[in-house]
Every structure is written in structure tokens, then in C-alpha cells.
């Protein structure tokens, strides 16, 4: 839901939801076997504006498939998707790239996200380039200052940054623009233990005070746990749990919700309560 004082929705219906997954099925074939693998198996689920919704589980789960399905920039399988209130199924091409804009992801690898050739200063003109009207609200020193980067970080390539760097400047890059759905995934797997921390609360500092929505993808409980209002526990292509974290980490129905909240270092979820 928004606060009060959170920007106005460009929607006719602001509090329509910004992704609605419906049934979605998703199949891989293996190239050289020629065979058909279900990766995202029966999934609906549903983001309001402004929501923080994990998917957590194991690797090989289904949830990169999810989300790029979800997005529109995956393999699309068979279901309903709804994104920004339009259904990926009907969109055409040139509507679809309108809303390129308003749903950005964060990779877990950012130094595979970043042109190797490009200052961040040269990768954020071409952003600019492209989408001028939609960028003009924030200049390159405060956009990096948002993220908490200095403006000397505007004259580095992408092997000068530290993966926590390299991180905050795809974030930057995500921000600058504006969009209504954030999908983040595995965004710390790949950085330092000690810069993880830092990385998920900017992440949810962006969405708490741009109003965008965060969809968090997660092997690790302890992430979806402190950034996430709710989850959807994956687990062969399949949602066997979803709910509030609240409910779903203090009382899991499901065994394998179970078997991960075991697989936990400590009893932190129930004693923090
Ligand atoms: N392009 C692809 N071709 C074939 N199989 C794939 C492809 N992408 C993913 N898979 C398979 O689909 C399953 C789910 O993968 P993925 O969505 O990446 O899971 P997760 O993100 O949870 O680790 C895995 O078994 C993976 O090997
Ligand atoms: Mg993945």
C-alpha cells in the first residue's frame, strides 16, 4: 500500500496490482537431449504497488525462471501474466518496451550486469540517452549518492568497483529509472559477506521511498526474513507455502519450509518474537 505522502500512481487504478501470475507453467527442453523439464510448475501470485514479496528456495527451484517469465524477458510458458496492468500474452512490441522501463532487475552477478568497456558515468549517459524524459529528475552525483556511492565512482569501469560497488551502481542504474517493480535476484550471492547487509537495506530504502514494489529472490531465509512483508516458498517449480513471513517462519505448514527454517543457523526465527 502507499503512504500518504508517496508519489502519485500514473495509473488510472493505482492500487491494481503491478504483477499478477497466474497458473503460470514454464518448460525448459534441453538442447542436446531434446528433453522437457518443468521449472516453474502451476504458479500464481500477486504484488501490490509499493509490496516487498519474497520467493525463496533451494537452487533449481524455478525461481529465476519465475521471474523472468514474470517480467516478460524469459522463456514466457503458458498462463497469465499481467504486468503493469497488461497481459504479456496480448502486449504488443512497442507497448511492451514502454514498460521495459518501469520493472528493472538486479542480477546477482553486477559485474556481469555492467558493460566492461564503460565508465558508470558513460553507461548512465547511454540510459539517459535512451529514455531522456524519464531520467531528467536526478543528476549522475545524487543518483550515486542515493546509493551511497561517491562521484568519483562516476569516472571507474566495472573491474575498478568492488562487487558491493558494482552492486550499488546497478541499483543506481535500476533507480534512475523510476520504476514501479524492482525484482531482485539473488542480488547479494555473489559480494562479500560483510557488504550483504548494507546492499538489502538500500534495497529496501529505494522501495520504501520510491514507492516501487520489490520482488525478492532468495536461496537465504535470513534475507527474505529482513526485507520482506511476505514469501512464497518455491520447491521443484511448485509454491508449497506462501504467506506473511510472520506466519509462514513462526508456524510452516509445509515439511519443506520446515527443512529449510531447520537448515538455519540458530533458533533465530522463533526467539526474535
Ligand atoms: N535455459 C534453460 N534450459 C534448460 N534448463 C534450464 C534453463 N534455465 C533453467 N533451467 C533448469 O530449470 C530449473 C530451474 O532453474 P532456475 O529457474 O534457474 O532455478 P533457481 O533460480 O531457483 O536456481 C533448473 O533445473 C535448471 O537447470
Ligand atoms: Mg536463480
Known sequence: MRGAGAPHPRTSEPENPVLV?????????NRSTGEVFRAVDHVSLSI???ASVAVVGESGSGKTTLAMAATGLGARGTGDIRLLGHSLSTIGRRELRRL????????????????PRQSVRSGLRELRALQPRRTSWIEDAELLG???????ILDRYPHQLSGGQAQRVCIAR????????????????????SVQADVLALLQEIRASTGAALLM?????????SLCAEVHVMYRGQV???????????????????????AMPGARWRSRR
Open 217 to 225: 529472490i532468495s536461496h537465504d531465509l535470513a534475507v527474505v526474513r
Open 146 to 152: 542515493r546509493v551511497r556511492l561517491a562521484p568519483e
Open 48 to 50: 501490490a504497488p509499493g
Open 240 to 262: 508449497v507455502e506462501a504467506g506473511p513471513c510472520e506466519q509462514v517462519f513462526v508456524a510452516p505448514v509445509h515439511e519443506y519450509t520446515r527443512e529449510l527454517l531447520a
Open 100 to 115: 521495459r522501463p518501469e520493472v528493472q532487475v538486479v542480477f546477482q552477478d553486477p559485474h556481469g550486469s555492467l558493460d
Open 174 to 193: 535500476a533507480l534512475l529509472m523510476r520504476p514501479r517493480l524492482i525484482v531482485a535476484d539473488e542480488p547479494t550471492s555473489g559480494l562479500d559477506v
Open 21 to 29: 501470475v497466474g497458473d503460470l507453467v514454464v518448460e525448459h527442453r
